[in-house]
Nanobody, 123 residues
Framework: VQLQASGGGLVQAGGSLRLSCAASGRTFSTYIMGWFRQAPGKERDFVALITSRGSITYYADSVKGRFTISRDNANNTVYLQMNSLKPEDTAVYYC?????????????????WGQGTQVTVSS
């Protein structure tokens, strides 16, 4: 599967952005989808994931209550709605896909990655 992330940009603290990740192929609905982020000089951190049918979502504590992950299997797209953004949310955001029995939060567990989209939150 090929992934294309979009929707990043510059926003003031307290603002919102919605990231999209479009996937190619006819098997999108069989993949667990995740969002990760990487700030300069830091490791790539887990943000959120959603299971293949969208029945289960899971979030990092740092974004819980502010971010919402969702997916549209008919259109091969996963979304990350980000509200109440903070300067510490500034990073390159990546979408990723994996087929697995258990939904992983480690980046090394994911097989396919999008190219990343920059999110910058100004104070």
């Amino acid at each position: 599967v090929q992934l294309q992330a979009s929707g990043g940009g510059l926003v003031q603290a307290g603002g919102s952005l919605r990231l999209s990740c479009a996937a190619s192929g006819r098997t999108f609905s069989t993949y667990i989808m995740g969002w990760f982020r990487q700030a300069p000089g830091k490791e790539r951190d887990f943000v959120a994931l959603i299971t293949s049918r969208g029945s289960i979502t899971y979030y990092a504590d740092s974004v819980k209550g502010r971010f919402t992950i969702s997916r549209d299997n008919a259109n091969n797209t996963v979304y990350l709605q980000m509200n109440s953004l903070k300067p510490e949310d500034t990073a390159v955001y990546y979408c990723a896909a994996v087929r697995a029995v258990r939904a992983p939060t480690r980046s090394t567990s994911y097989d396919y990655w999008g190219q990343g989209t920059q999110v910058t939150v100004s104070s």
